[in-house]
């Protein structure tokens, strides 16, 4: 028999493999043919490799460094199938990536986080997805709609509020974003919610502006609440490559990125951005986003991604 938390396990490793599909069947699939085709290491198979993490945007300095440790081990522990070197590719790759970030937690009150990035990246839907997600295990969520700036934004997330069963705080269209972000901490407080979930307008990290006025909805937040937001997710979208690194290193100019929520993973084949970001932002992966669903948004745990990205059909 089965145990309730065996069968959410397993849930939770099909839905990731799912989502993954496209990347298993680009890179992986390349990696284990190459690996498979051949029965020695060779030169030759080193480049080969070299040019397929970089084309699933792992990133150059990644796939080298990468290609680099795996040489040295092949040395060290006398390897000379090609076959073996999956195993050894997955562990390097865990290493690379690193230990997984969970969710900040204030111990006294609610913990405000905030959803910050560029247009379109999906900050709604995660948002939403997470408040869906914390409401799962128990917790009191309200959502502030301090994207005033997007005619829909408001009415988007207060589907979200429904589906997640989460109360939503909003102004009118066109208003301060800060004041919103400052009336849901307060009703947070005031409510006892555990976690307050902030959702901000798109914007390019090019526009000064738009990246002050983030700066300041911070700012606002922690005078409603000293110690808020404990959280800011920058929101990343996958299929975007390599271009998602410089926008997270603009945002984190204008506000302390504590996190990252990498989405739509499910549309590319490319991802080896996972451990491009987790390997240059120095900034962890919180979250990924498999699709569109409420169920869609996962915390991101370096083992069950790897294991799945290789995993057979
Ligand atoms: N396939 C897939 N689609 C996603 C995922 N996350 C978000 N989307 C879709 O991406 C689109 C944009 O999502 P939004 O949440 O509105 O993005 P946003 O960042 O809030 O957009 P703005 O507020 O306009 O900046 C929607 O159609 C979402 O359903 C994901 O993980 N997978
Ligand atoms: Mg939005």
């Not at 709609?145 to 269209?173: N, P, Y």
């Amino acid at each position: 028999m089965w145990g309730l938390m065996e069968i959410a396990r397993v849930g939770f490793f099909s839905k990731l493999k799912e989502g993954l599909a496209k990347t298993r069947n680009g890179l992986v699939a390349k990696i284990e043919n190459l690996f498979q085709g051949q029965s020695e290491i060779t030169e030759e198979l080193y480049e080969d490799l070299e040019a397929i993490l970089v084309q699933a945007d792992l990133g150059v300095d990644a796939a080298l460094n990468l290609v680099e440790t795996l040489r040295e081990r092949v040395k060290a522990e006398r390897i000379k199938e090609a076959r073996r070197l999956t195993e050894i590719l997955k562990e390097e790759l865990k290493e690379l990536i690193g230990e997984p970030g969970k969710l900040a937690k204030n111990p006294e009150g609610p913990t405000v986080v905030m959803v910050v990035g560029v247009n379109g990246t999906g900050k709604t839907t995660s948002t939403g997805k997470l408040a869906y997600h914390l409401v799962g295990e128990g917790n009191k969520v309200l959502l502030g709609a301090a994207d005033t700036f997007r005619a829909a934004a408001i009415e988007q997330l207060e589907i979200w509020g429904e589906r997640s069963r989460a109360s939503v705080i909003k102004h009118q269209m066109g208003s301060d974003p800060a004041a919103v972000a400052y009336d849901a901490v307060q009703a947070g407080l005031s409510r006892g919610s555990d976690y307050i979930l902030i959702d901000t307008a798109g914007r390019l990290h090019t526009q000064t502006n738009l990246m002050q006025e983030l700066e300041k909805i911070g700012r606002v937040i922690g005078r409603a609440m000293p110690g808020a937001p404990h959280e800011i997710l920058l929101v990343i979208d996958a299929t975007t490559g390599q271009n998602a690194l410089s926008q997270a290193k603009l945002f984190s100019k204008a506000v302390p990125i504590t996190g990252i929520i990498l989405t739509k993973l499910d549309g590319t084949a490319k991802g080896g951005i996972v451990a491009a970001v987790a390997d240059t932002l120095k900034v962890p992966v919180k979250f990924i986003g498999l699709g569109e669903g409420p169920d869609d948004l996962k915390p991101f745990d370096t083992d069950s991604f790897v294991e799945a990205l290789f995993e057979r059909d």
